[in-house]
Nanobody, 118 residues
Framework: QVQLVESGGGSVQPGGSLKLSCAAS????????LGWYRQAPGKQRELVAA???????TYADSVSGRFTISRDNAKNTVFLQMNSLKPEDTTVYYC????????????WGTGTLVTVSS
């Protein structure tokens, strides 16, 4: 059974930084696509950033240039460095590990809350 555990959320002032981490236990392979999503109340979950096994990345337009996703395959961990945070970044962030393209499953973490407020 795969479990994803996020950490690093919290409260920060506008313009501040936070770094989220997501550690996977169980059979997460290095060829999984790892991603971060967020979901505000009443809205659909949206992709924030994703990274492939080869290190290719994609970002939502709203975070491009401010957020950086990275991964450590040896530790089954994915990170999201968030800089220049804005109040509109406030919401719950979820980690995702997607191995469906290689016959695996798709797994979600339980979420970590990020609050950006003065």
């Amino acid at each position: 059974q795969v479990q994803l555990v996020e950490s690093g959320g919290g409260s920060v002032q506008p313009g501040g930084s936070l770094k989220l981490s997501c550690a996977a236990s169980g059979s997460i392979f290095s060829d999984y696509v790892l991603g971060w999503y967020r979901q505000a109340p009443g809205k659909q979950r949206e992709l924030v950033a994703a990274i492939t096994s080869g290190g290719s990345t994609t970002y939502a337009d709203s975070v491009s240039g401010r957020f950086t996703i990275s991964r450590d395959n040896a530790k089954n961990t994915v990170f999201l460095q968030m800089n220049s945070l804005k109040p509109e970044d406030t919401t719950v962030y979820y980690c995702d590990a997607d191995g469906r393209h290689v016959g695996g499953g798709n797994y979600w973490g339980t979420g970590t809350l990020v609050t950006v407020s003065s």
